[in-house]
């Protein structure tokens, strides 16, 4: 049995095995590298951490607010401290949450509050895991998922979070409607033709234009899907890759460095009955791979025979599920990432240079490489803006050194025209933006009128939309 992230794994100490066996060995193949420092829980002004789940981001805002409904936001945002930021589950690894000033969680303000048709009126501080079974127990669903769920609703939407399949766009394509608490506290509906140009910027806004409290979103009718999982030559995976987006409602494969292969991962609607999954894998997986790094980083070819010998073993995994269940996975591994979306002509091309870079530069990489396909949509600031793109996301455990996705990886990204996820690692800054996103000056004008003050720009979005 496999599972998703989990690919193929023949048992959590099989890589110990493969490379002897002996108890020395055991100790050196699930030994870790020590917790990266950690800032202090107080800092000299009393001020609580705050750090986002990976790590890499952490603040200590003046102000924790937690407003139980939307008059007591609208109030909250008139007079709290700036830079006011809206936070969710933290699973940015951008600077888009850190502030000095107000941290507003939404988590209050959660659950489905009404429909229209087969619309559902959901709060924006819903987690993700929440709302597939609160959906479901009116026999909907969302038409895709992200491959984790712990996000707020409104943090995913305004990164532009995806999951995967040529046909099916990003979740923020599914909003028709939006209600936005700005930082003066006027409340703005808006959707398609009601403020159309507030609704075209603030789909996806990573939380620069105020406070998305509610969105009105497309719903379908709740499905079981059969997912499917098996293990192959990463050249064989490339060879298909085209082919398996054009026939699966839902497809995605992971190149798996150092070792040649790659795990596709296919979810088609079905009516056969449910088949049970089996238990998650993702973590013995992972911990053999670094058991593999551990070991024989320094033999690449033994590496490479050596998790062949480990993977040989593993069996495809099917199975059949409501797509909410089978769609999202947990990733209790924590990691740094970088993402790219690139015109679907460059994605593989891309992807085979980040594989081959990695494995003449890296040796310590051992997560596998993401590759997805996310169809267009016309929201602004879009990664999937005017067409489809595919994304390849590249990770690093979150104790190792992640400098290289901005020294080796992210010049390839942008090399072949890729966009950066906005909630993921890059260094692209207002110009460059500019001459990718043809809407750039557009959102930057809507985003003046709705904060002429700029109460919800810290630092970081300062610097990306040129305004430091």
Known sequence: MISRRGALIAGGTS??????????????????????????????????????????????????????????????????????????????????????????????????????????????????????PALAAKGRALPNLPDINKQSLGGALGTATHGTGAKIPAMHADVTGLRLVTPSGRVIDADAKTHPEIFQAAKVSLGALGVITQVRMRTIANRRLRRNVWLEPFDEAMAKAEARWAQHRNFEFYAVPFTGLAVGISHDETDDPAEARGPDQDVEFLQALKGLRNLLSFAPPLRRAAARALLSTAKPETCVDEGWKLLSTERPVRFNEMEFHLPIENQLKALAEVQRVIERERPDVFFPIEVRRIAGDDAWLSPFQGGPRGSVAVHAYYRDDFSFLYTLIEPIFRRYDGRPHWGKLHTLRAGQLEAIYPNWKNFLAVRRELDPDGRMLNPYLKGLFGLA
């Open 15 to 132: 890589a110990v095995v493969v490379a002897g066996g002996a108890g020395a060995a055991y100790v050196v193949a699930t030994g870790d590298k020590p917790e990266p420092p950690s800032p202090a829980s107080v800092n000299a002004d009393g001020k609580m951490l705050w750090r986002n789940w990976s790590g890499v981001q952490h603040a200590y805002p003046a102000a924790r607010l937690a407003p139980k409904d939307e008059a007591e936001l609208a109030t909250m945002l008139t007079v709290a401290q700036a830079p006011i930021r809206p936070v969710g589950a933290g699973h940015s690894f951008t600077g888009l949450a850190p502030t000095n000033g107000a941290l507003v969680s939404l988590d209050a303000m959660s659950g489905i509050v009404g429909w229209e048709g087969g619309e559902a009126i959901i709060r924006t501080g819903t987690r993700l895991g929440a709302l597939g």
